[in-house]
Each structure stands twice: as structure tokens, then as C-alpha cells.
């Protein structure tokens, strides 16, 4: 039997305020355990909490950008659970009044193919504080925990299960980390954290309608793991029922190790964790005008800007994606083609040379040691020829090491190109009259060593000689070898 995938992803994503949701703590990451805390977020008897306005706006840019619509009146409400890292007995969450419903969001798959993922709801609650059970000298006796993270502000994005295959979640929690960045309201930052995701998942017949019993999938915390973790689970329940078995419900752990999903409990339901309203916190009222404000603070969107840059650069579909990845590269490349030279040459520069050497290097565009303007100086001193593209590249690997301009560099090396007729023939004659039996055995029909040649003679001109004018010049010479 042939079955398909359905899935539906839940993303926690951290908001980028300066202090959590409902006190006054910082929010940091990284910092000494436990310092971060007060009678709020541990939980204390009679600590009243108070909602953040930060970051309520930072929850309603995301919902508009993720087109969701933005509830009128929203509440919070109790999660009762138990767990060591939740001092309160409870976590302050939304659940039947979100503070958005409906979005959608257009992902692009590798072959170029669209689809729309539609976004059931996106609403606010805090985070846990965090076990840890590893790194120190007791470990193997005790656990122990940091407050730090509790109450540090979240939004959860749950998707409507319209995902059928690893490639498509993956490419899903892309464009949702992607966005957050663009918005400024999360970090992206999966090895820290501050952007988790959770996968429910069936299988069924293909062409059937009726779901199947779902698992959740946890501890994805890569976009390879969200798709090696999913391509196993779909493997296994196939397996299962292949077999003549039954799927249970449950909550399963992806272990990176192994290359395993493995079964941590049975999964509960919403109504394990008895919900009720939250009677220390308002109704969230949101006005339409509030909205409008926040709406008109959304800046270009990924996709736009990519539409935008075929069309406004002419550059290709290609380049203009990997360009609009981050809103930091992006305006690295615009800011580059403002000072002049050609746009697909400035794109073919940043997607060759210099993301390869800030990938090597482990620097973000942000840390990026060469100017933009110097890009497009370089692009423009190759379009005058003053040097050669393969200078170019010298030029640049000196400027990524030196952060000196261009032109500092060329004058400083003395790598003007050489483009004087007579100049170049000189090199020539001089290397041919050193090599007369390369001479004759060209003669002789060794075509071969023509490039033998051209390395003398760029040797020769320390690489300054216009390769261009070397290559007609020696035909030349060589021809008139022939007749002699
Ligand atoms: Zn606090």
C-alpha cells in the first residue's frame, strides 16, 4: 500500500526583548545560572505578573507577517504540569483565545515548486527553566536548574497539518526563522534554543482522508535533524503498520546519535493539563489602530525583495535567493551596488569569494572585514580593465586579510594591468627567443604548448599582462614562426 505523510509543525520561537514576558528579569542568554530572577518568574506566592508590552508588539509584527488575523480580544491561561523546572506548578500560555488565527505562509521547494502552508494559530506564552543533567562533577547523582529561562517571552506557531514530506518541513521552519530574523524578533539561533520545533505526524493510504493516529516528535534542534528526524518517523510507521502493528500515540525523542526516534511517553491531551483562564492577567485588547502602527513598522519581506532584486538588478532568480537569505546580506549587496559597477558582477562576487571566505572563517555578514563599496570598487576596476579578473582575486583575498580598499591594494602591489601593445610584445619576444626549441617543437604541431607560453609570458609580467591581448599577440608571433 502506498501512504502519505501528514504533518504539522509546532515552532517555538523566542522573542528578542530586553527582559521576560510578565517581570522584569533580564532575558539574556548565557548568563551564571539562577542570577536572572525574581519573586515573578520563581513562582512565589502573591507575585503578581504583568505583560510585557514589548513584547506583545513583537508577537503581533509576527503574526502580520506570517498573515495571520490578530485578535480583537485575546487571554491567557494556566497549563497546569508538573516539572522540576516550573516553580509556579503551571505555565502562563494561550489557549482557547489566541492572539492570531489564520495565517499562511508560501514556501519554495528545491525543484522550484510552491506551496502554501496554512498557519492555524500563533499565540504568547512563557518559557520553562531548564534541567540540566550533564557537566558537572555530580552529575551522576544529581540534576540540577537554571531559572534563568523561565518566563522568557515565546510565541508558538502551530501549523494546520498541510506538510507531506521532510523537504517540505524543512523548507517550512527555513522561511519561518528566516522571517523572524527579518522582523527583528527572534534570533533564529537552534543550537542556543531561542527557535525549537516540534513535529505531529500521521501516515494514511494515499487518496484517503481520515487521519491516522499521530505521533509528536521532539528535540529536532537542526534543519537536518527536522528532516532526517521526520523521514524516520514516516519510515517507521509505514513499517509498523506494514507489519500488521498499530501506531500509539505518544511522544517520541529524536536521537541524533542514533538516527532514531525514540518513544518518551504517551501523549497527553490538551485536557490532561486543565486549562483555565488566567486571573492575574487581563483580557488583551488590540485595536485596530494599534495594528495599522505595527503594521506600518513591517519592513520588505524575503520574498518581495527577491522579486525585487530580478527585477530592479537584473540578477539571477539564483543569486537574488541567496542574497535575500538575511535582511544583513541583502543590504550588504545593495549598499555595494549603490557606489557604482555592475550588479551581477557584485552578486557573483558576494556569492562566490566572499561568502565562501566568511563561511571558512566562521564570520557573519554583520562582522564582515571588507566594505560593500569596496566590492563594487573592485567589480568597477576589473570593468575599466585597469586589472584582470584573475587579479581581481589576489585583490580580494588582500582585501578580506587587509580591510584596505582596492585601489589601496593595486597601487600599493603596482597590479595595474599592462595593456600597452608594445609592452606586452617585448615579454613576448623576449620569452620566446629563451625557449626556441618549445619554439620549433610548436612548429612542428605540439599546439599543446601554446599555454606552456602564455604561463611564461604571464610569469614573465608578474601576471599583469592583459591575458586577452597576450593570447592574439603570441598567435601571431607564433604564426609568423611558421613561415620562416
Ligand atoms: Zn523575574
Request: glycine share 6%; aromatic share 8%; charged share 25%.
Amino acid at each position: 500500500m502506498n501512504y502519505e505523510a501528514v504533518i504539522g509543525l509546532e515552532v517555538h520561537a523566542q522573542l528578542l526583548t530586553d527582559t521576560k514576558i510578565f517581570c522584569g528579569c533580564r532575558a539574556s542568554y548565557g548568563d551564571e545560572p539562577n542570577t536572572n530572577v525574581c519573586p515573578v518568574c520563581l513562582g512565589m506566592p502573591g507575585a503578581l505578573p504583568v505583560l510585557s508590552r514589548k513584547a506583545l508588539e513583537f508577537a503581533i509584527l509576527a503574526a502580520i507577517a506570517l498573515e495571520c488575523k490578530v485578535n480583537s480580544r485575546s487571554i491567557f491561561a494556566r497549563k497546569n504540569y508538573f516539572y522540576p523546572d516550573l516553580p509556579k506548578g503551571y505555565q502562563i500560555s494561550q489557549f482557547d483565545e489566541p492572539l492570531a488565527v489564520d495565517g499562511r505562509l508560501e514556501i519554495e521547494l528545491e525543484n522550484g515548486e510552491k506551496k502554501t502552508v496554512r498557519i492555524n494559530r500563533l499565540h504568547m506564552e512563557e518559557d520553562a527553566g531548564k534541567n540540566l543533567h550533564e557537566g558537572f562533577n555530580d552529575s551522576a547523582r544529581f540534576s540540577y536548574i537554571d531559572m534563568n529561562r523561565c518566563g522568557i517571552p515565546l510565541i508558538e506557531i502551530v501549523s494546520e497539518p498541510d506538510i507531506r514530506t521532510p523537504e517540505e518541513a524543512s523548507v517550512y521552519l527555513q522561511e519561518i526563522r528566516k522571517i523572524l530574523r527579518y522582523i527583528g524578533v527572534c534570533d533564529g539561533n537552534m543550537e542556543e534554543g531561542s527557535l525549537r520545533c516540534d513535529a505531529n505526524m500521521s501516515i494514511r493510504p494515499v487518496g484517503t482522508q481520515p487521519l491516522g493516529v499521530k505521533t509528536e516528535v521532539k528535540n529536532m534542534n537542526s534543519f537536518r535533524s527536522v528532516r532526517n528526524a521526520i523521514a524516520f518517523e514516516i519510515d517507521r510507521q509505514i513499517k509498523l503498520l506494514n507489519d500488521g502493528g498499530r501506531i500509539t500515540q505518544e511522544t517520541r525523542l529524536w536521537n541524533q546519535a542514533s538516527n532514531k526516534t525514540i518513544a518518551m511517553r504517551s501523549k497527553e491531551q490538551s485536557h490532561d493539563y486543565r486549562y483555565f483562564p488566567e486571573p492575574d492577567l487581563t483580557p488583551v485588547l488590540i485595536d485596530s489602530t494599534v495594528i495599522e502602527t505595527i503594521k506600518s513598522r513591517l519592513p520588505e519581506m524575503p520574498k518581495e525583495k527577491k522579486d525585487r532584486f530580478v527585477k530592479d538588478y537584473q540578477i539571477p532568480r539564483y543569486n537574488a535567493q541567496v542574497l535575500t537569505e538575511s535582511k544583513a546580506l541583502a543590504d550588504y549587496f545593495e549598499t555595494a551596488c549603490k557606489h557604482g559597477g555592475n550588479p551581477a558582477g557584485i552578486s557573483n562576487w558576494i556569492l562566490s569569494e566572499l561568502l565562501r571566505e566568511l563561511k571558512q572563517n566562521k564570520i557573519e555578514i554583520e562582522d564582515c572585514p571588507i566594505k560593500p563599496e569596496y566590492i563594487s570598487e573592485l567589480v568597477v576596476l576589473i570593468e575599466k580593465g585597469t586589472i584582470s579578473g584573475k587579479m581581481g582575486k589576489d585583490v580580494f583575498a588582500r582585501m578580506y586579510n587587509t580591510c584596505a580598499s582596492p585601489s589601496a591594494i593595486v597601487e600599493e602591489q603596482g597590479m595595474v594591468q599592462v595593456k600597452d601593445e608594445g609592452q606586452i610584445a617585448d615579454v613576448i619576444n623576449k620569452v620566446l627567443e629563451e625557449n626556441p626549441d618549445q619554439v620549433k617543437a610548436w612548429v612542428d604541431g605540439r599546439e599543446q604548448l601554446f599555454g606552456f607560453f602564455v604561463g611564461q609570458i604571464m610569469k614573465a609580467s608578474r601576471g599583469k599582462a592583459n591575458p586577452g591581448m597576450v593570447n592574439s599577440l603570441l598567435k601571431q608571433k607564433l604564426e609568423g614562426y611558421k613561415k620562416i
